[in-house]
């Protein structure tokens, strides 16, 4: 994507109970990690990690972007 592309936006809800039981777990392990941190590297790992042609990437200030990437084994998305 270039720097003239425009960019739209989406927004994830994670859902209340996913950020109390990584909260839970990170106490348990005694990691001082941000619960939205580890949901969001979660997220970026299965996008990054799917068959789709998608790559997704943290930004520095957190959001996750997400590219169309043509891979020689991808799906199809539609």
Same mark, same amino acid.
């Given at each position: 994507m270039n !720097? %003239? %592309?425009p960019? #739209? *936006?989406l *927004? +994830? #809800?994670i859902d209340p109970s996913l950020l109390d039981h990584l $909260? @839970? $777990?990170l106490l348990q392990r005694h990691r001082d990690t941000p619960? #939205? @941190?580890l949901a !969001?590297? +979660?997220v970026t790992s299965i996008l990054d990690n799917s068959s789709y042609p998608l790559s997704a990437t $943290? *930004? @520095?200030d957190g959001p996750i972007r997400l590219r169309y990437r043509l891979r020689s084994? %991808? #799906?199809p998305i539609l």
């Open positions: !720097a %003239s %592309s960019t #739209e *936006t *927004t +994830l #809800e $909260r @839970e $777990r619960p #939205e @941190e !969001a590297a +979660l $943290r *930004t @520095e084994f %991808s #799906e």
